[in-house]
């Protein structure tokens, strides 16, 4: 699904890089959380995979066009931000130039949210309106997800709603899912993988393999 060979990215153009000579392979179907300390460049590898930013060298190969993309929590809609559910997804449809008018309903429901289809946006708590972003970022039947923090300003019984969604998406609907994590007890109950970003470094691990090199340096 995701191909990386020999990427290197810094921001300035020139050393020291934030990624230097990584190499990556992200099998379809993974479930993979990127973790590392705040500042080792987890978000600017998601950029990069986006083509939001673009490497100094190397090369990134996604075998599919259709991404969906859920950015990190933000507080950007307070009471009076006037825009419901639906307008919001018709905007994002719009853009992707979509004409299912079933697309929208198809995937407020497989986030359990189609009951607020009309409801402002701004009037939701933080973990509805994460799935609310997340069923945005499935209107056009991506094959890969991206989440960047996906828990991030969100209550711990929200938090288990949005990652039981993931985990469905990931084994029910064979999408591959790519996500920024700070919380790494989620990332070790929930992904098929990890990678860890040190010092512009990767590393790939399975689960188990990962649990172990912990509970050895610990």
Known sequence: MICIKDLTFSYTGSPPYLLNKINLN???????????????????????????????????????KKIGYVPQFLETFNSEFPITVSELIKCHMKVLKLKDRTAMDRCLDLVGMIDF??????????????KIFIAR???????????DEPSTGIDIPSQKGIYKIIRNLNRNSSITVLSVEHNLKAALENSTKICTINNGNVHLYDVDQYRKSIAFKN
């Open 26 to 64: 992200v099998k379809r179907g993974t479930y993979l959380s990127i973790i590392g300390e705040n500042g080792s460049a987890k978000t600017t590898l998601i950029k990069l995979i986006l083509g939001l930013l673009h490497p100094l060298k190397g090369e990134i190969r996604v075998s599919s």
């Open 117 to 130: 289809k009309n409801s402002l946006i701004g009037n939701l708590s933080g973990g509805q309106r994460q």
């Open 137 to 147: 970022a499935l209107v056009g039947n991506p094959e890969l997800l991206i989440f």
